[in-house]
């Protein structure tokens, strides 16, 4: 999965894709580098990011949207997918062509509280029979870093992620539409990450695909005492390496070309 941030406050690359002649130059190159799927985002969920609404963002994903339906007759196995927590934007985007619904508030579920998810979105989900992606988080971009607090944090987020897929699955959600995250960065500290990377395996055994979204993380400039986001694509090759050993079936990748390398090797030396 190839990110195509189209917001100007991205923790790595915001404001580089901010016409759709640049979007689409990027698509290109990440199609002709592997890319199963392309994530469409226009609302930065990077610490400390603020909302901008449904309305910026339809006006950010729209046009790129509608231009990327050209690259089907090149490129008809072309997946997209839409980055966001608004079920009104999720709703003109699957109008438009997206086939899949990357939600990071999915799943967000810390001490039970449910209040920040939009309550129209798994009923729509439900409606459009779409991919879903669930995405473990806790609170807002403002407010997750504090709630970043876990007596285990794998089994926590094992079941704040299965709480989650009852509740959607009781709301006409089919089991095979949903994707699990477990949200690398997302109230989550430096050894939350690695633990749940550690231990990915126990996320996988509920049955679920794994989507994981490791790309030039904080956690890794922490490690490997990298600043620059996007000098970090060794650190993120090896957690994408270990993530494809422990079965993860989807990474969430900026730099596309080298980390389809990284996954066909660690399959072939034996990742699910």
């Excluded at 608004?86 to 509280?113: F, K, M, P, T, Y």
């Excluded at 979105?121 to 995405?135: F, H, K, N, S």
Aim: hydrophobic share 45%; net charge negative.
């Amino acid at each position: 999965m190839g990110v195509l941030n189209l917001t100007p406050d991205s923790f790595s690359d915001g404001g580089r894709l901010a016409s759709v002649p640049a979007a689409l130059k990027a698509a290109r190159r990440m199609l002709a580098q592997g890319a199963d799927l392309l994530d469409l985002g226009g609302q930065s969920t990077r610490p400390g990011a603020e909302l901008v609404g449904a309305a910026v963002e339809l006006q950010r994903l729209l046009p790129v949207l509608e231009a990327l339906q050209e690259l089907r007759a090149t490129h008809p196995g072309l997946l997209i997918s839409i980055d966001t927590f608004e079920a009104s934007v999720a709703e003109a985007a699957l109008a438009a062509g997206a086939d899949w619904i990357n939600d990071v508030r999915g799943a967000n579920h810390g001490d039970g509280d449910t209040s920040l998810r939009d309550p129209r979105m798994l009923p729509l989900i439900a409606r459009a029979g779409c991919p879903y992606v669930l995405m473990h988080s806790r609170g807002t971009s403002q407010t997750m870093d504090d709630l970043a607090v876990y007596g285990e944090v794998v089994a926590e987020v094992r079941t704040e992620l299965l709480a989650a897929t009852e509740q959607a699955l009781a709301a006409g959600v089919r089991s095979e539409q949903i994707i699990w995250d477990p949200g690398l960065g997302f109230a989550k500290t430096i050894e939350h990450n690695l633990e749940l990377l550690r231990r990915l395996g126990e996320l996988g055994s509920a049955g679920f695909p794994l989507l994981v979204g490791p790309s030039r993380k904080r956690f890794i400039g922490a490690v490997l005492n990298e600043p620059r986001p996007r000098a970090r694509l060794w650190g993120t090759a090896a957690v994408c390496a270990l993530a494809v050993a422990s079965g993860a079936r989807v990474l969430r990748v900026h730099d596309v070309g080298p980390i389809v390398q990284v996954a066909r090797m660690a399959e072939a030396l034996g990742g699910s």
